[in-house]
């Protein structure tokens, strides 16, 4: 079982659609996490770290389920730009590296 | 803003050959990490690094080395490459108290 995974999808919706993504990894020592995002032939980028509580960064926001050992990624009011590949990310306790997911292929359609 | 630069783009190489790849980081960061990323496996660690003339393994070091003789900058060398290591490389540095990594842009390896 991968440490962390990701539906590659790809995703195709709609503009102005809202689109949500899961992820689920398997170290219960996990402590930090993430999501990234990729764009096509770029380099990843942080996009929000993911608190216990939630957290919201305009249209995205982040959840984290530690008894189900899931996190998620909802993006309200989908844009163009929101194309890309999303990638999420835990770093497990006393471990300084981080483990990526695959990663999820977004495709926002005018 | 933090900048790590990668020596190439993109390069190509033939079997057998010794291939550096640099990665220059301007933020004073102690922690360096080379990954490799390959379609349907995501971003995979070879090798890492905390402090300068420090390296740690990581999940698929075979046929790779590290050289870390400065803090800025930290090398990943392939001693005798071969078609199976075609891949993107990319380098990444992060701070002693933040999880949070920033990537270079990457460097597109091709072995012939």
């Known amino acids: 079982r991968k440490e962390v995974e990701q539906d590659p999808g790809p995703f195709n919706v709609p503009e102005g659609a809202t689109v949500a993504f899961n992820c689920t990894y398997s170290?219960?020592?996990?402590?930090?996490f993430f999501w990234y995002r990729q764009d096509c032939r770029k380099e990843p980028k942080l996009l929000m770290s993911?608190?216990?509580s939630g957290n919201e960064d305009g249209r995205f926001t982040a959840q984290l389920n530690r008894a189900s050992q899931y996190i998620s990624l909802l993006i309200r009011d989908s844009k163009l730009s929101d194309s890309a590949t999303y990638l999420c990310?835990?770093?497990?306790?006393?471990?300084?590296?981080?483990?990526f997911g695959q990663g999820t292929r977004l495709t926002i359609n005018p | 803003d933090v900048k790590v630069t990668q020596s190439s783009r993109y390069l190509v190489k033939r079997t057998g050959e010794k291939v550096f790849l640099e990665c220059v980081q301007d933020?004073?960061?102690?922690?360096m990490f080379w990954y490799r990323q390959d379609p349907g496996l995501g971003l995979r660690l070879i090798y890492f690094?905390?402090?300068?003339?420090?390296?740690e393994k990581g999940d698929i070091p075979e046929g790779y080395s590290v050289s870390r003789e400065k803090k800025e900058r930290f090398s990943l060398i392939l001693e005798s490459a071969s078609t199976n290591q075609t891949s993107m490389y990319l380098c990444?540095?992060?701070?002693?108290?933040?999880?949070?990594?920033?990537f270079g842009p990457g460097t597109r390896l091709t072995v012939l």
């Open positions: 990310v835990v770093n497990i306790q006393g471990a300084q590296k981080l483990v």
């Open positions: 170290n219960s020592a996990s402590q930090s």
């Open positions: 993911v608190y216990s």
């Open positions: 933020m004073d960061h102690e922690n």
């Open positions: 690094s905390y402090d300068v003339k420090m390296k």
């Open positions: 990444a540095t992060a701070g002693t108290y933040t999880d949070t990594q920033y």
